[in-house]
Protein backbone atom coordinates (compact mmCIF):
# COMPACT_ATOMS: atom_id res chain seq x y z
CA UNK A 1 0.00 0.00 0.00
CA UNK A 2 1.80 3.55 -0.72
CA UNK A 3 2.20 6.18 1.52
CA UNK A 4 0.84 8.43 -1.06
CA UNK A 5 -2.76 6.47 -1.54
CA UNK A 6 -5.65 9.23 -1.40
CA UNK A 7 -6.86 8.11 1.95
CA UNK A 8 -3.60 8.20 3.72
CA UNK A 9 -2.83 11.78 2.60
CA UNK A 10 -6.46 13.16 3.26
CA UNK A 11 -6.20 12.01 6.89
CA UNK A 12 -2.77 13.27 7.16
CA UNK A 13 -4.27 16.44 6.00
CA UNK A 14 -6.78 16.33 8.40
CA UNK A 15 -3.96 15.58 11.31
CA UNK A 16 -2.66 18.47 10.44
CA UNK A 17 -5.13 20.82 10.47
CA UNK A 18 -6.62 19.35 13.56
CA UNK A 19 -3.34 20.21 15.42
CA UNK A 20 -2.33 23.04 13.94
CA UNK A 21 -6.12 24.60 14.98
CA UNK A 22 -5.26 23.72 18.45
CA UNK A 23 -1.72 25.44 18.14
CA UNK A 24 -3.02 28.59 17.20
CA UNK A 25 -5.53 28.51 19.65
CA UNK A 26 -2.18 28.86 21.95
CA UNK A 27 0.25 30.46 19.93
CA UNK A 28 2.12 33.25 21.68
CA UNK A 29 0.81 36.46 20.68
CA UNK A 30 4.06 38.35 20.70
CA UNK A 31 8.10 37.26 22.22
CA UNK A 32 8.56 34.76 24.62
CA UNK A 33 11.30 33.55 26.35
CA UNK A 34 14.85 32.62 25.60
CA UNK A 35 15.63 33.07 22.26
CA UNK A 36 12.28 34.03 20.84
CA UNK A 37 12.33 37.55 20.50
CA UNK A 38 15.63 37.03 18.55
CA UNK A 39 14.48 34.54 16.08
CA UNK A 40 11.71 37.07 15.08
CA UNK A 41 14.02 39.98 14.94
CA UNK A 42 16.66 38.44 12.69
CA UNK A 43 13.77 36.72 10.92
CA UNK A 44 12.32 40.20 10.42
CA UNK A 45 15.31 42.01 9.57
CA UNK A 46 17.33 38.96 7.23
CA UNK A 47 19.69 39.36 10.23
CA UNK A 48 22.24 36.54 11.51
CA UNK A 49 21.59 35.12 14.37
CA UNK A 50 23.65 33.63 17.61
CA UNK A 51 25.62 30.80 16.67
CA UNK A 52 25.32 28.58 13.85
CA UNK A 53 23.44 30.95 12.49
CA UNK A 54 20.40 29.30 11.52
CA UNK A 55 19.81 30.57 7.95
CA UNK A 56 17.49 28.32 6.67
CA UNK A 57 14.95 29.33 9.29
CA UNK A 58 15.37 32.84 9.17
CA UNK A 59 14.79 33.19 5.70
CA UNK A 60 11.43 30.88 6.19
CA UNK A 61 10.62 33.20 9.30
CA UNK A 62 11.01 36.47 7.03
CA UNK A 63 8.16 34.47 4.41
CA UNK A 64 6.27 33.87 7.42
CA UNK A 65 6.66 37.78 8.57
CA UNK A 66 5.00 38.78 4.91
CA UNK A 67 1.60 37.23 5.91
CA UNK A 68 -0.76 39.97 6.39
CA UNK A 69 -2.65 38.38 10.16
CA UNK A 70 -1.37 40.11 13.88
CA UNK A 71 1.69 41.16 14.51
CA UNK A 72 4.95 39.91 13.42
CA UNK A 73 6.10 38.45 16.51
CA UNK A 74 2.58 36.18 15.98
CA UNK A 75 3.57 35.88 12.45
CA UNK A 76 6.64 33.80 12.70
CA UNK A 77 5.44 32.32 16.01
CA UNK A 78 2.83 30.52 13.60
CA UNK A 79 5.56 28.93 12.03
CA UNK A 80 6.48 27.06 14.65
CA UNK A 81 3.13 26.01 14.89
CA UNK A 82 2.92 25.02 11.16
CA UNK A 83 6.03 22.87 11.50
CA UNK A 84 4.96 21.12 14.12
CA UNK A 85 1.82 20.28 12.85
CA UNK A 86 3.34 19.22 10.01
CA UNK A 87 5.63 16.97 11.68
CA UNK A 88 2.75 15.59 13.09
CA UNK A 89 0.98 14.64 9.94
CA UNK A 90 4.35 12.88 8.88
CA UNK A 91 4.44 10.85 11.84
CA UNK A 92 1.18 9.24 11.03
CA UNK A 93 2.28 8.50 7.38
CA UNK A 94 5.29 6.87 9.13
CA UNK A 95 3.44 4.68 11.57
CA UNK A 96 1.13 3.67 8.72
CA UNK A 97 3.13 2.77 6.33
CA UNK A 98 4.93 0.33 9.61
CA UNK A 99 1.38 -0.80 10.56
CA UNK A 100 -0.72 -0.29 7.98
CA UNK A 101 -3.53 0.66 10.01
CA UNK A 102 -5.31 4.13 9.92
CA UNK A 103 -6.84 4.54 13.17
CA UNK A 104 -3.47 3.28 15.17
CA UNK A 105 -1.61 5.71 12.93
CA UNK A 106 -3.59 8.80 13.82
CA UNK A 107 -4.03 8.11 17.41
CA UNK A 108 -0.28 7.68 18.14
CA UNK A 109 0.47 10.71 15.74
CA UNK A 110 -2.38 12.67 17.88
CA UNK A 111 -0.54 11.25 20.88
CA UNK A 112 2.88 13.39 20.12
CA UNK A 113 0.96 16.34 18.74
CA UNK A 114 -0.48 16.85 22.26
CA UNK A 115 2.03 15.86 24.34
CA UNK A 116 3.37 18.73 26.31
CA UNK A 117 7.20 18.75 25.15
CA UNK A 118 5.95 18.79 21.65
CA UNK A 119 3.27 21.25 21.53
CA UNK A 120 4.90 23.66 24.28
CA UNK A 121 7.83 23.95 21.52
CA UNK A 122 4.92 24.71 18.71
CA UNK A 123 3.86 27.87 20.27
CA UNK A 124 6.43 30.24 19.81
CA UNK A 125 9.41 31.53 17.20
CA UNK A 126 12.35 28.82 18.04
CA UNK A 127 13.83 25.77 15.32
CA UNK A 128 12.92 23.19 16.87
CA UNK A 129 9.52 22.27 15.21
CA UNK A 130 11.50 22.70 11.96
CA UNK A 131 14.19 20.41 13.29
CA UNK A 132 11.62 17.43 13.88
CA UNK A 133 9.98 18.31 10.56
CA UNK A 134 13.22 17.33 9.15
CA UNK A 135 14.09 14.24 11.06
CA UNK A 136 10.39 12.62 10.46
CA UNK A 137 11.10 13.78 6.39
CA UNK A 138 14.11 12.21 6.15
CA UNK A 139 13.14 8.89 8.21
CA UNK A 140 9.97 9.13 5.79
CA UNK A 141 12.18 9.13 2.44
CA UNK A 142 14.51 6.14 3.80
CA UNK A 143 11.45 4.04 4.45
CA UNK A 144 10.27 4.72 0.98
CA UNK A 145 13.81 4.36 -0.60
CA UNK A 146 14.12 1.20 1.37
CA UNK A 147 10.95 -0.07 -0.36
CA UNK A 148 11.31 0.39 -4.15
CA UNK A 149 15.66 1.20 -3.78
CA UNK A 150 14.70 4.36 -6.08
CA UNK A 151 18.13 6.15 -6.39
CA UNK A 152 16.51 9.72 -6.88
CA UNK A 153 15.33 9.20 -2.99
CA UNK A 154 18.81 9.07 -1.88
CA UNK A 155 19.55 12.09 -3.91
CA UNK A 156 16.93 13.81 -2.00
CA UNK A 157 17.46 12.41 0.94
CA UNK A 158 20.82 13.69 0.31
CA UNK A 159 19.85 17.39 -0.04
CA UNK A 160 17.46 17.39 2.51
CA UNK A 161 19.80 16.55 4.93
CA UNK A 162 22.48 19.03 4.05
CA UNK A 163 19.54 21.64 4.14
CA UNK A 164 18.47 20.36 7.53
CA UNK A 165 21.46 21.17 9.12
CA UNK A 166 21.25 24.98 7.91
CA UNK A 167 18.59 24.70 10.30
CA UNK A 168 20.14 23.39 13.21
CA UNK A 169 23.72 21.93 13.05
CA UNK A 170 22.36 18.85 15.92
CA UNK A 171 20.83 17.13 13.11
CA UNK A 172 24.85 16.28 12.10
CA UNK A 173 24.30 13.60 15.13
CA UNK A 174 21.42 11.56 13.01
CA UNK A 175 24.21 10.85 10.96
CA UNK A 176 25.26 7.57 11.94
CA UNK A 177 21.67 6.43 12.56
CA UNK A 178 20.88 7.14 8.56
CA UNK A 179 24.06 6.35 7.29
CA UNK A 180 23.60 2.37 9.85
CA UNK A 181 20.37 2.44 8.14
CA UNK A 182 21.14 2.27 4.19
CA UNK A 183 24.03 0.28 5.19
CA UNK A 184 22.05 -2.35 6.68
CA UNK A 185 18.98 -1.47 3.57
CA UNK A 186 21.84 -2.40 0.68
CA UNK A 187 25.46 -2.67 1.97
CA UNK A 188 26.46 -2.40 -1.92
CA UNK A 189 26.32 1.08 -1.69
CA UNK A 190 29.78 1.12 0.01
CA UNK A 191 31.16 -0.35 -3.22
CA UNK A 192 29.45 1.96 -5.36
CA UNK A 193 31.96 5.27 -5.31
CA UNK A 194 29.93 7.06 -7.89
CA UNK A 195 27.25 7.37 -6.10
CA UNK A 196 28.20 7.91 -2.96
CA UNK A 197 30.11 11.48 -4.44
CA UNK A 198 26.83 12.45 -5.98
CA UNK A 199 24.98 11.94 -2.66
CA UNK A 200 27.97 14.34 -1.04
CA UNK A 201 27.21 16.53 -3.68
CA UNK A 202 23.64 16.57 -2.93
CA UNK A 203 24.20 17.21 0.53
CA UNK A 204 26.46 20.15 -0.03
CA UNK A 205 24.18 21.65 -2.55
CA UNK A 206 21.88 21.78 0.56
CA UNK A 207 24.67 23.19 2.57
CA UNK A 208 24.98 26.41 0.52
CA UNK A 209 22.15 27.95 2.43
CA UNK A 210 24.55 28.90 4.83
CA UNK A 211 26.39 31.37 2.49
CA UNK A 212 23.84 33.42 3.46
CA UNK A 213 25.19 34.73 6.53
CA UNK A 214 28.75 36.39 5.03
CA UNK A 215 26.08 37.77 2.32
CA UNK A 216 23.85 39.42 5.36
CA UNK A 217 26.82 40.65 7.42
CA UNK A 218 28.55 42.29 4.42
CA UNK A 219 25.45 43.86 3.89
CA UNK A 220 25.25 45.16 7.61
CA UNK A 221 21.79 43.58 8.56
CA UNK A 222 20.08 45.60 11.15
CA UNK A 223 20.69 42.27 13.56
CA UNK A 224 24.37 40.83 13.19
CA UNK A 225 25.11 38.63 16.10
CA UNK A 226 28.49 38.92 15.02
CA UNK A 227 30.39 40.11 11.76
CA UNK A 228 31.43 36.95 9.16
CA UNK A 229 33.91 38.76 6.67
CA UNK A 230 36.83 35.70 6.85
CA UNK A 231 36.88 31.96 6.36
CA UNK A 232 37.49 31.87 10.62
CA UNK A 233 34.98 33.82 11.77
CA UNK A 234 32.81 31.95 9.43
CA UNK A 235 33.73 28.76 10.42
CA UNK A 236 33.73 29.79 14.30
CA UNK A 237 30.27 30.69 13.41
CA UNK A 238 28.92 27.56 12.15
CA UNK A 239 30.72 25.27 14.67
CA UNK A 240 29.35 27.38 17.52
CA UNK A 241 33.36 27.39 18.94
CA UNK A 242 32.76 30.23 21.06
CA UNK A 243 30.46 27.67 22.76
CA UNK A 244 32.76 25.21 23.34
CA UNK A 245 29.84 22.72 22.77
CA UNK A 246 31.61 19.48 22.87
CA UNK A 247 32.92 18.39 26.00
CA UNK A 248 32.86 13.96 26.04
CA UNK A 249 35.17 13.38 29.52
CA UNK A 250 33.26 16.45 31.24
CA UNK A 251 31.48 16.43 34.56
CA UNK A 252 30.08 12.44 33.91
CA UNK A 253 27.89 12.84 37.20
CA UNK A 254 25.94 15.64 36.14
CA UNK A 255 25.68 13.61 33.11
CA UNK A 256 24.58 11.25 34.44
CA UNK A 257 21.97 12.81 36.24
CA UNK A 258 20.92 14.71 33.47
CA UNK A 259 20.54 10.86 31.42
CA UNK A 260 18.30 10.24 34.71
CA UNK A 261 16.61 13.44 33.56
CA UNK A 262 16.02 12.52 30.84
CA UNK A 263 14.05 8.99 31.17
CA UNK A 264 11.83 10.61 33.52
CA UNK A 265 10.69 13.34 31.21
CA UNK A 266 9.30 10.62 28.87
CA UNK A 267 7.44 9.12 31.83
CA UNK A 268 6.23 12.54 32.60
CA UNK A 269 5.95 13.39 28.57
CA UNK A 270 3.37 9.75 28.16
CA UNK A 271 2.84 8.20 31.65
CA UNK A 272 5.00 5.04 32.64
CA UNK A 273 2.45 2.42 31.05
CA UNK A 274 2.83 3.85 27.51
CA UNK A 275 6.24 3.97 28.08
CA UNK A 276 6.23 0.47 28.99
CA UNK A 277 4.29 -0.37 25.80
CA UNK A 278 6.55 1.63 23.58
CA UNK A 279 9.57 -0.46 24.24
CA UNK A 280 7.61 -3.62 23.93
CA UNK A 281 6.93 -2.20 20.47
CA UNK A 282 10.25 -1.94 19.68
CA UNK A 283 10.95 -5.73 20.58
CA UNK A 284 7.84 -6.70 18.44
CA UNK A 285 9.52 -4.27 15.67
CA UNK A 286 13.02 -5.79 16.25
CA UNK A 287 11.42 -9.31 15.04
CA UNK A 288 9.22 -7.84 12.36
CA UNK A 289 12.38 -5.82 10.82
CA UNK A 290 15.65 -5.74 12.77
CA UNK A 291 17.33 -2.96 10.34
CA UNK A 292 13.72 -0.79 11.15
CA UNK A 293 14.53 -1.89 14.91
CA UNK A 294 18.48 -0.80 15.16
CA UNK A 295 17.53 2.38 12.93
CA UNK A 296 14.71 3.91 15.28
CA UNK A 297 16.93 2.70 18.14
CA UNK A 298 19.70 4.88 17.09
CA UNK A 299 17.97 7.77 16.17
CA UNK A 300 16.74 7.63 19.84
CA UNK A 301 19.75 6.94 20.95
CA UNK A 302 21.71 9.59 18.65
CA UNK A 303 18.79 12.37 20.40
CA UNK A 304 18.57 11.85 23.22
CA UNK A 305 22.01 10.03 25.39
CA UNK A 306 24.49 11.10 22.43
CA UNK A 307 23.82 14.53 22.75
CA UNK A 308 24.04 14.50 26.54
CA UNK A 309 27.10 12.61 26.44
CA UNK A 310 29.00 14.76 24.15
CA UNK A 311 27.81 18.19 24.88
CA UNK A 312 29.12 20.21 27.70
CA UNK A 313 26.76 21.14 30.71
CA UNK A 314 26.97 24.83 30.81
CA UNK A 315 26.04 27.11 33.19
CA UNK A 316 22.20 27.20 33.64
CA UNK A 317 20.69 25.83 36.79
CA UNK A 318 17.91 24.46 35.06
CA UNK A 319 19.89 22.47 32.97
CA UNK A 320 17.42 19.71 31.89
CA UNK A 321 15.23 22.47 31.03
CA UNK A 322 17.50 23.70 28.56
CA UNK A 323 18.58 20.48 27.17
CA UNK A 324 14.98 18.82 26.59
CA UNK A 325 14.26 20.47 23.70
CA UNK A 326 17.18 18.82 21.96
CA UNK A 327 14.95 15.34 22.60
CA UNK A 328 11.96 15.80 20.22
CA UNK A 329 12.91 13.56 17.71
CA UNK A 330 13.64 10.88 20.23
CA UNK A 331 9.96 11.38 21.38
CA UNK A 332 8.70 10.95 18.33
CA UNK A 333 10.68 7.54 17.95
CA UNK A 334 9.04 6.77 21.22
CA UNK A 335 5.52 7.46 19.87
CA UNK A 336 6.15 5.32 16.38
CA UNK A 337 7.02 2.12 18.84
CA UNK A 338 3.96 3.01 20.67
CA UNK A 339 2.25 2.61 17.87
CA UNK A 340 3.58 -0.59 16.63
CA UNK A 341 2.51 -1.76 19.74
CA UNK A 342 -1.04 -1.06 19.70
CA UNK A 343 -0.82 -2.58 16.14
CA UNK A 344 0.51 -5.85 17.48
CA UNK A 345 -1.83 -5.76 20.38
CA UNK A 346 -5.01 -5.74 17.61
CA UNK A 347 -3.45 -8.19 15.61
CA UNK A 348 -2.66 -10.14 18.38
CA UNK A 349 -6.40 -9.75 19.34
CA UNK A 350 -8.09 -11.15 15.98
CA UNK A 351 -5.96 -14.55 16.53
CA UNK A 352 -7.06 -14.92 20.15
CA UNK A 353 -10.45 -13.66 20.38
CA UNK A 354 -13.36 -14.77 18.77
CA UNK A 355 -15.18 -11.63 19.09
CA UNK A 356 -12.26 -9.81 17.94
CA UNK A 357 -13.88 -6.81 16.38
CA UNK A 358 -15.57 -5.88 19.92
CA UNK A 359 -11.88 -5.73 21.69
CA UNK A 360 -10.54 -3.89 18.33
CA UNK A 361 -12.59 -1.29 19.04
CA UNK A 362 -12.20 -0.84 22.50
CA UNK A 363 -8.68 -1.08 21.91
CA UNK A 364 -8.96 1.47 19.30
CA UNK A 365 -11.24 3.95 21.73
CA UNK A 366 -8.81 3.74 24.19
CA UNK A 367 -5.67 4.93 22.36
CA UNK A 368 -7.70 7.88 20.86
CA UNK A 369 -8.56 8.82 24.94
CA UNK A 370 -4.65 8.78 25.83
CA UNK A 371 -4.43 11.39 22.97
CA UNK A 372 -7.85 13.36 24.46
CA UNK A 373 -6.63 13.23 27.59
CA UNK A 374 -2.92 14.73 27.05
CA UNK A 375 -4.89 17.13 24.91
CA UNK A 376 -6.73 18.62 28.02
CA UNK A 377 -4.46 18.13 30.98
CA UNK A 378 -1.81 20.15 28.43
CA UNK A 379 -4.03 22.52 27.44
CA UNK A 380 -3.97 24.94 30.01
CA UNK A 381 -0.40 24.23 31.04
CA UNK A 382 1.01 24.98 27.50
CA UNK A 383 -1.64 28.09 26.61
CA UNK A 384 0.22 31.23 25.88
CA UNK A 385 -2.43 33.37 23.85
CA UNK A 386 -2.42 36.00 26.83
CA UNK A 387 1.12 35.83 28.03
CA UNK A 388 2.26 39.07 27.15
CA UNK A 389 4.85 39.36 30.28
CA UNK A 390 7.97 39.48 28.69
CA UNK A 391 6.66 42.07 26.13
CA UNK A 392 5.42 44.27 28.45
CA UNK A 393 8.16 44.09 30.79
CA UNK A 394 10.48 44.84 27.85
CA UNK A 395 8.54 47.99 26.82
CA UNK A 396 8.54 49.11 30.29
CA UNK A 397 12.31 48.91 31.07
CA UNK A 398 12.42 51.38 27.96
CA UNK A 399 9.50 53.24 29.43
CA UNK A 400 11.42 53.70 32.41
CA UNK A 401 13.89 56.25 30.73
CA UNK A 402 13.57 59.43 29.66
CA UNK A 403 14.06 60.45 26.16
CA UNK A 404 17.65 60.10 24.66
CA UNK A 405 18.88 57.93 27.42
CA UNK A 406 21.56 55.38 27.20
CA UNK A 407 20.90 51.77 28.40
CA UNK A 408 24.07 50.02 29.12
CA UNK A 409 22.75 46.05 29.74
CA UNK A 410 24.48 43.64 31.69
CA UNK A 411 24.74 40.26 29.95
CA UNK A 412 25.80 37.25 32.26
CA UNK A 413 25.11 34.60 29.71
CA UNK A 414 21.66 33.11 31.19
CA UNK A 415 18.44 31.92 29.52
CA UNK A 416 16.83 34.98 31.92
CA UNK A 417 19.15 37.46 30.06
CA UNK A 418 18.71 36.56 26.85
CA UNK A 419 15.29 37.31 27.18
CA UNK A 420 15.48 41.08 28.33
CA UNK A 421 17.90 41.78 25.72
CA UNK A 422 16.78 39.64 22.98
CA UNK A 423 12.93 41.24 23.80
CA UNK A 424 14.55 44.82 23.88
CA UNK A 425 16.49 43.95 20.46
CA UNK A 426 12.87 43.14 19.11
CA UNK A 427 11.21 46.54 20.33
CA UNK A 428 13.66 48.80 18.64
CA UNK A 429 14.35 46.94 15.63
CA UNK A 430 10.60 45.53 14.75
CA UNK A 431 8.72 47.43 16.54
CA UNK A 432 10.74 51.00 16.45
CA UNK A 433 9.78 51.47 19.68
CA UNK A 434 11.71 54.03 21.75
CA UNK A 435 14.32 54.72 18.75
CA UNK A 436 15.47 57.41 20.90
CA UNK A 437 17.46 55.42 22.93
CA UNK A 438 20.81 54.30 22.84
CA UNK A 439 21.54 50.83 24.29
CA UNK A 440 25.58 49.57 24.88
CA UNK A 441 26.02 46.09 25.68
CA UNK A 442 28.97 43.30 25.03
CA UNK A 443 27.20 41.91 22.31
CA UNK A 444 27.36 44.99 20.25
CA UNK A 445 23.70 43.90 18.67
CA UNK A 446 23.09 47.64 18.62
CA UNK A 447 26.59 48.42 16.77
CA UNK A 448 24.12 51.61 15.06
CA UNK A 449 23.78 53.19 18.18
CA UNK A 450 27.51 52.61 19.58
CA UNK A 451 29.91 50.62 17.32
CA UNK A 452 32.43 48.95 20.09
CA UNK A 453 35.54 46.91 19.28
CA UNK A 454 36.83 45.18 21.85
CA UNK A 455 39.67 43.42 21.97
CA UNK A 456 40.02 39.71 22.28
CA UNK A 457 41.36 39.78 25.96
CA UNK A 458 37.82 41.18 26.36
CA UNK A 459 36.12 38.32 25.73
CA UNK A 460 38.67 36.59 28.66
CA UNK A 461 37.16 38.76 31.14
CA UNK A 462 34.51 36.80 33.56
CA UNK A 463 31.27 38.93 33.93
CA UNK A 464 32.20 41.20 36.00
CA UNK A 465 35.31 42.51 34.82
CA UNK A 466 33.58 42.66 31.35
CA UNK A 467 30.85 45.04 32.88
CA UNK A 468 33.64 47.51 34.52
CA UNK A 469 35.54 47.81 31.52
CA UNK A 470 32.10 48.84 29.93
CA UNK A 471 31.65 50.63 32.41
CA UNK A 472 34.38 52.88 31.96
CA UNK A 473 33.56 53.00 28.15
CA UNK A 474 29.94 54.90 29.26
CA UNK A 475 31.42 57.29 32.00
CA UNK A 476 32.96 58.76 28.89
CA UNK A 477 29.61 59.81 27.22
CA UNK A 478 29.01 63.37 27.99
CA UNK A 479 24.87 65.08 28.32
CA UNK A 480 23.13 61.53 28.33
CA UNK A 481 21.61 59.97 31.17
CA UNK A 482 22.86 56.57 31.84
CA UNK A 483 21.46 53.67 33.30
CA UNK A 484 22.04 49.75 33.96
CA UNK A 485 20.00 46.93 34.23
CA UNK A 486 21.38 45.47 37.50
CA UNK A 487 22.69 46.96 41.03
CA UNK A 488 25.46 49.27 41.22
CA UNK A 489 26.66 49.96 44.24
CA UNK A 490 30.24 51.00 45.28
CA UNK A 491 31.03 47.70 46.81
CA UNK A 492 30.15 45.82 43.04
CA UNK A 493 31.86 47.75 41.01
CA UNK A 494 36.13 49.24 40.78
CA UNK A 495 35.06 52.49 39.64
CA UNK A 496 32.79 53.07 42.50
CA UNK A 497 29.76 54.23 40.74
CA UNK A 498 26.14 54.19 42.34
CA UNK A 499 22.93 53.58 41.04
CA UNK A 500 18.87 54.66 42.20
CA UNK A 501 16.39 52.71 40.98
CA UNK A 502 14.57 53.84 38.65
CA UNK A 503 11.46 51.81 37.59
CA UNK A 504 12.85 48.26 35.90
CA UNK A 505 16.16 50.09 35.42
CA UNK A 506 18.83 51.52 37.58
CA UNK A 507 20.24 55.39 37.02
CA UNK A 508 23.98 55.48 37.35
CA UNK A 509 25.90 58.36 39.57
CA UNK A 510 29.45 58.80 39.92
CA UNK A 511 29.30 58.09 43.94
CA UNK A 512 26.65 57.53 46.28
CA UNK A 513 26.50 61.15 47.46
CA UNK A 514 25.49 62.13 43.63
CA UNK A 515 22.46 59.27 43.87
CA UNK A 516 21.18 60.81 46.83
CA UNK A 517 21.39 64.38 45.68
CA UNK A 518 19.23 63.47 43.07
CA UNK A 519 16.57 61.18 45.00
CA UNK A 520 13.75 63.53 43.86
CA UNK A 521 13.68 62.59 40.13
CA UNK A 522 13.39 59.12 40.08
CA UNK A 523 10.79 58.01 37.81
CA UNK A 524 8.68 55.99 40.20
CA UNK A 525 7.44 52.96 38.21
CA UNK A 526 6.28 49.87 39.42
CA UNK A 527 3.18 48.54 37.04
CA UNK A 528 5.50 46.32 34.81
CA UNK A 529 4.79 42.76 35.59
CA UNK A 530 1.22 42.39 36.18
CA UNK A 531 -0.44 39.75 35.92
CA UNK A 532 2.59 36.95 36.80
CA UNK A 533 1.55 33.73 34.47
CA UNK A 534 0.83 30.72 36.92
CA UNK A 535 3.33 28.50 35.58
CA UNK A 536 6.45 26.61 37.17
CA UNK A 537 8.88 27.95 35.09
CA UNK A 538 12.67 28.77 35.84
CA UNK A 539 13.33 31.31 33.72
CA UNK A 540 10.18 33.46 34.52
CA UNK A 541 10.47 33.05 38.02
CA UNK A 542 14.12 34.59 37.43
CA UNK A 543 13.15 37.61 35.50
CA UNK A 544 9.89 38.51 37.82
CA UNK A 545 12.23 37.78 40.84
CA UNK A 546 14.41 40.24 39.14
CA UNK A 547 11.31 42.82 38.76
CA UNK A 548 10.77 42.12 42.81
CA UNK A 549 14.43 43.01 43.23
CA UNK A 550 14.08 46.39 41.18
CA UNK A 551 11.20 47.41 43.78
CA UNK A 552 12.77 46.41 46.61
CA UNK A 553 15.54 48.88 45.77
CA UNK A 554 13.32 51.49 44.43
CA UNK A 555 10.89 51.68 47.82
CA UNK A 556 14.43 51.49 49.76
CA UNK A 557 15.40 54.92 48.00
CA UNK A 558 11.75 56.24 49.27
CA UNK A 559 12.91 55.16 52.32
CA UNK A 560 9.59 52.78 52.83
CA UNK A 561 11.43 50.26 54.18
CA UNK A 562 8.63 48.02 55.00
CA UNK A 563 7.74 48.19 51.01
CA UNK A 564 10.93 47.20 50.28
CA UNK A 565 11.65 44.13 52.90
CA UNK A 566 7.71 42.83 50.87
CA UNK A 567 9.58 42.94 47.54
CA UNK A 568 12.94 41.38 48.97
CA UNK A 569 10.91 38.53 50.28
CA UNK A 570 8.39 38.15 47.07
CA UNK A 571 11.82 38.21 45.14
CA UNK A 572 13.31 35.34 47.17
CA UNK A 573 10.63 33.81 47.20
CA UNK A 574 10.81 32.99 43.11
CA UNK A 575 15.01 33.22 43.05
CA UNK A 576 18.04 33.75 45.03
CA UNK A 577 21.03 34.98 42.99
CA UNK A 578 23.75 37.49 43.59
CA UNK A 579 21.21 40.35 43.57
CA UNK A 580 20.47 39.51 46.50
CA UNK A 581 23.91 39.96 47.80
CA UNK A 582 24.05 43.11 46.12
CA UNK A 583 20.79 43.88 47.53
CA UNK A 584 22.36 43.73 50.94
CA UNK A 585 25.51 45.46 50.17
CA UNK A 586 23.26 48.54 48.61
CA UNK A 587 20.75 48.25 51.83
CA UNK A 588 23.87 48.74 54.21
CA UNK A 589 25.77 51.60 52.24
CA UNK A 590 22.61 53.28 51.35
CA UNK A 591 21.78 53.44 55.05
CA UNK A 592 24.80 54.73 56.37
Do not use: C
Not at 100 to 123: M, P, R
Not at 287 to 308: H, R, W
Not at 527 to 536: C, H, L, P, T, V
Amino acid sequence: MSVLKTKNILISVLIFIIVLTVYIMTLAPTVYIGDSAEFITASYTLGVAHPPGFPLYTILGKVFSLIPLNSIAWRINLMSAFFGALTVSLVYLIIHKLTKKYLVAAAASLTLGFSQLFWSQSLFAEVYTLNSFFAVLLFLILLIWSENKKIKNLYWFSFLFGLSITNHTIMILLAPAFALYIILVDSQILKNIKLIIKMFLFFLLGLLVYLYLPMRSAQKAEFLWSEINSLTSFWSHVTRSQYGDVEIFGDILAKLNLGKEFLVELVRQFLWPAIVAALTGLIVLFKKSYKLAVFTFAVFIFNSLAIIFLRSIGMETNIHEVYKVYYLPALMVVVIWLGIFISWIIDLVKVKIKFHKVFEVIIIILFFSSAVYLLTVNFERNDLSNFWLTYNYAKDTLDSMEENAVLFYIYDGTTTSDTEIFNLVYLKMVENYRSDIAIISEHNFFYKDFNLEFPLSFFQLDNISKRDELLKLTSQINNQDIYINNILNQRNNSLGFFSLANGLVYKIYPNLEKAKQDITNINFRVDSIGQERAKEDEVIKKLVAHHYYNLAVLYLNQNNQRQSDYYLQEALRRFSSQEYIDYLQYQELWQK
